[in-house]
């Protein structure tokens, strides 16, 4: 699909101006705008996509949705100016994406929310001298950012401009960033948070800024490396790691579309480095690239350095369901769902498995509903309109209002 110099503008509340399902590739460019009630463009078990000069604004609902959405090859979102949205800017569910060189600001909700196990990458272009093509995110509703704890979020030396001056303390506004289950620390050095000291140069940022507010964590503390931020026109370097040049190797052996080598270095990065925090990116990665499902359902869980602990573990077998999803092992899809529900590490984790049982069931057809054994039958969406209310219902609270949409029953 391609939508080159349109302009899309919805008239339905209930329904994004495009929705766009199960395509191999999507592509938005030249000027194309969406806008009016309902959600701006959103993506739905898709593959590959590349949304370029695009202005998503103006909706009522979110600018862009993905999900389920895993590029093999491409994945980008660059160049465009999404804003005045009454949802998030950019919402990402169990996807993949590079959000490179845009504008994501006055959104009701969060600049960029990631929800599951996602890989986000959010950057100013790497090639561009300063001010010129810079992620600019800013004076969203509430978060800037937003991420759970399975998202891999790459903001490292990416020299985005994060910024909010005009906040209420106390509320979700306060937050640049936000995870509510961080469990591992996360690196955002050399990104501009709109704190300046003497003579105007750039300056840390407050921890109460942050969630969990802590930056530069000591032993036994989870938080946020931001030294040094980033001062816009004065450039400065931070050498990568041997584990990050193997992770950008496999990237762009994929975006040269040579699958077999990209397979390989993100399999040498698990194997070499298995407690970088590249690792369990890399196993995403494998997801989207490798066709074999049931070889990869077999790698996923005998490889030992994805399960040397609690954190990566639970991926793992995340990713190892969405094999089983793939290959048509619903029952063992749906036990695993409905195990993480009944006895959930935390409240998140069971509300974001309720979304995953009925994504199951909107994927089966006829007698495969009829033959599974669920424990849980009042979480069967009855048609895709249901199961679509009811997970843009726990979404929007998840990093909102902490409470729980009034048609779950509790367990």
């Known amino acids: 699909m391609i939508l080159d110099h349109v302009t899309v503008i919805g008239n339905d509340n209930t329904q994004p101006s495009v929705k766009v399902s199960n395509t191999p590739s999507l592509t938005l460019k030249n000027n194309t705008s969406i806008s009016g009630l309902g959600g701006g463009l959103e993506l739905n078990s898709c593959r ?21 959405t895993n590029g093999m090859y491409n994945y980008m979102i660059s160049d465009c100016d999404i804003s005045h949205n009454m949802g998030a800017g950019i919402r990402f569910y169990n996807s993949i994406g590079n959000v ?67 906040f209420t303390p106390g509320t979700f506004d306060q937050y640049l960033v936000y995870c509510p289950n961080m469990e591992a620390n996360r690196w955002l050095r050399l990104n501009f948070w709109g704190y300046r000291g003497n003579h105007f140069v750039a300056i840390m940022p407050p921890e109460n800024r942050f969630y969990p507010e802590c930056t530069e964590p000591m032993v036994n503390e989870v938080g946020y490396y931001l030294s040094p931020v980033w001062d816009p026109g004065v450039p400065r370097l931070v050498d990568p790691g041997n584990d990050e040049i193997v992770f950008q190797s496999a990237i762009d052996a994929a975006l040269d579309e040579n699958a077999s080598l990209a397979i390989t270095l993100f399999k040498q990065l698990i194997s ?41 573990d639970k991926i793992i077998n995340y990713l190892t369901t969405h094999c089983n999803i793939k290959l048509g092992n619903y029952q063992e899809a749906i036990s695993w ?75």
């Open 100 to 166: 490179t060189s845009c504008s994501i600001t006055e959104n009701d909700y969060q600049g960029i929310s990631a929800f599951r196990v996602s890989n986000v990458t959010i950057q100013k272009d790497p090639n561009t001298a300063a001010y010129y093509r810079d992620c600019y995110i800013a004076n969203n509703g509430m978060q800037e950012i937003s991420f759970v704890n399975s998202t891999n979020l790459f903001a490292d030396r990416a020299k985005n401009i994060i910024v909010d001056n005009s």
């Open 272 to 312: 070499e480095y298995p407690e970088s925090k590249f690792s369990s990116a890399s196993a995403k990665h494998l997801f989207a690239l490798e066709d074999d499902k049931q070889a990869l359902k077999d790698y996923y869980q005998t490889e030992p350095n994805l399960h040397y602990n609690g954190e990566i």
């Open 48 to 68: 590959d996509y590349s949304i370029t000069h695009c202005n998503i604004s103006n909706n009522t609902g979110n600018g862009i949705s993905i999900y389920e």
């Open 337 to 411: 769902f409905e195990d993480v529900i009944s006895n959930p590490e935390s409240e998140l984790d069971s509300l974001m498995a309720v979304i995953d049982l009925g994504y199951i069931y909107m994927l089966m057809e006829g007698d495969d509903k009829a033959s599974v054994i669920c424990r849980y039958p009042q979480l069967k969406p009855k048609n895709m309109s249901e199961y679509e209310t009811n997970r843009e219902s726990i979404l929007v609270n998840l990093f909102g209002i902490a409470k729980k949409p009034s048609w779950i029953h509790r367990f």
